[in-house]
T-cell receptor
């Protein structure tokens, strides 16, 4: 079991470009969570998805950010028209049925906006 | 709204010292509290998980305590080693939402040889 796979590990984008971050959950896990870690800060919840559904997006910025978890394939966190303030580490976690049932974090994607 | 605070933000100690990292949270309605280790550029490694009904958990040289009523947890590291150098994050899982961890900003530990 390869664990939670996030790619790319590092991503550099120029201001105004789009960033796409991918998260492949552990086998058998149908729940995915995205967290963002700004420099020198803790992780902040962004969004919680199940297959084809967004369950809780209360931590997502209102504009430019979107997330999906299709029936097939990885979960995608999409950031349109990136700005310098989007530079952060983005972590994904997966669970078989909510955090109550255990969860695993990925190694993260480090986004740098230049 | 739950807020998690960790003190100190950074700590530098000589090898062999026993040390204590502190975590406080504002809402005592938690399901569990977890301590993570984060190495530079890496993901999170779970160290200890304390259920709300527990007072402490131990793993090797690590001991974590929980005082839910006062909103505090401590992580005790005995006989620190250079390999313990990392950032330590505290996170709480609230009773009202099993799907959203609240993290502190971490304590960055440097153990000098």
């Amino acid at each position: 079991n390869a664990g939670v796979m996030q790619n790319p590990r590092h991503l550099v984008r120029r201001r105004g470009q789009e960033a796409r971050l991918r998260c492949s959950p552990m086998k058998g896990h149908s729940h995915v969570y995205w967290y963002r870690q700004l420099p020198e800060e803790g992780l902040k919840f962004m969004v919680y998805l199940q297959k084809e559904n967004i369950i809780d997006e209360s931590g997502m910025p209102k504009e430019r950010f979107s997330a999906e978890f299709p029936k097939e394939g990885p979960s995608i966190l999409r950031i349109q028209q990136v700005v310098r303030g989007d530079s952060a580490a983005y972590f994904c976690a997966s669970s078989p049925g909510g955090f109550y049932y255990g969860y695993t974090f990925g190694s993260g994607t480090r986004l740098t906006v230049v | 709204k739950q807020e998690v605070t960790q003190i100190p933000a950074a700590l530098s100690v000589p090898e062999g010292e026993n040390l204590v990292l502190n975590c406080s949270f504002t809402d005592s309605a938690i399901y569990n509290l977890q301590w993570f280790r984060q190495d530079p550029g890496k993901g999170l490694t779970s160290l200890l998980l304390i259920q709300s009904s527990q007072r402490e958990q131990t793993s090797g040289r690590l001991n974590a305590s929980l005082d839910k009523s006062s909103g505090r947890s401590t992580l005790y590291i005995a006989a620190s080693q250079p390999g313990d150098s990392a950032t330590y994050l505290c996170a709480v899982l609230p009773l009202y939402n099993f799907n959203k961890f609240y993290f502190g900003s971490g304590t960055k530990l440097n153990v000098k040889p």
